[in-house]
Structures are given as C-alpha cells and as structure tokens.
C-alpha cells in the first residue's frame, strides 16, 4: 500500500468522524424513532422488532453516544471507500 493510498483513508476517516460527530443529535433522534418503531414491531410480531429493526436502532444510539464507535465506524467507511481506488 502506497502512502498516496494511506494519505486519502486517513483524510477520509477524519473527514467522516467530523461528519458523524456534527450530525451527532440527528443520528441520535433517528436511532430514538427506529428504536419507537422496533418496540411498536416486537408488540405485534416479535421476530421482525426485534432482530430486523432492533439491530440498527441500537446501532445509531452508539453511534451517537460513543466517540470509539464513531471512529471505528468512520475507518471501516474509509478502508471501503478508498478499497478499489488504484495508485497513480
């Protein structure tokens, strides 16, 4: 892996935890709405509330309450971001 490559990820992964972590109350009502939803789910029906839309509810509430999910979430995006993307 070139540095080039090393280079666009890190500027990337910063980019994307800036973007995550301004956006942070957003994420948050969203996770709180998915998490209504899923509990509204799990009374009619348990498995579709529960595994379907429980996962993402629980997902987006991290990802707004935790810096370390931010960031990782962030380098995951970044590593696929920048995956296929060839040295010139």
Known sequence: M???????????????VYLILMYRRLIW???????????????V??????????LPAVFLLLLSNSYTVALYTARVAAWLGTLWIRDE
């Open 2 to 16: 070139s540095n080039r490559r090393r280079l666009r990820r890190e500027t990337l992964e910063y980019y994307l």
């Open 29 to 43: 009502i969203c996770g709180l709405l998915f998490l209504g939803y899923a509990i509204a789910a799990t009374v």
């Open 45 to 54: 029906d348990l498995f579709p509330g529960s595994a379907i839309l429980l």
